[in-house]
């Protein structure tokens, strides 16, 4: 069984910046890939940026590219996104999932999801 939590929600200017994180419980977590999904008010779940088990490779949305990074931690079973230069389009609750075996940008690819941490970007 796997157990995500995140962190590192809040509220911030236009502009600024925020780091996410997802603490992974599971011994078989670090062998798959994980992922950031995001969902605001009224709209679907959408793939924000994925990364294979090993780091090896990373894939974002055109939306975040050039400002989100997304990393992991495998020694310590957690999962990051560093986000700059938010933007008020970028609010909404941000979910951190694993369990897929290749970075899926569909939220069926994955079997396990956190409870969810709110960003609220200022205009």
């Known amino acids: 069984q796997v157990q995500l939590v995140e962190s590192g929600g809040g509220l911030v200017q236009a502009g600024g910046s925020l780091r996410l994180s997802c603490a992974a419980s599971?011994?078989?977590?670090?062998?798959?890939?994980m992922a950031w999904f995001r969902e605001a008010p009224e709209k679907e779940r959408e793939f924000v940026a994925g990364?294979?088990?090993?780091?090896?490779?990373?894939g974002y949305a055109d939306s975040v590219k050039g400002r989100f990074t997304i990393s992991r931690d495998n020694a310590n079973h957690t999962l990051y996104l560093q986000m700059n230069g938010l933007r008020p389009e970028d609010t909404g609750t941000y979910y951190c999932?694993?369990?897929?075996?290749?970075?899926?940008?569909?939220?069926?690819?994955?079997?396990?999801w956190g409870q969810g941490t709110q960003v609220t970007v200022s205009s």
């Open positions: 990364i294979r088990w090993n780091a090896g490779s990373t």
């Open positions: 999932a694993a369990g897929s075996w290749v970075i899926d940008e569909s939220p069926a690819g994955y079997r396990y």
């Open positions: 599971g011994r078989t977590v670090t062998t798959y890939s």
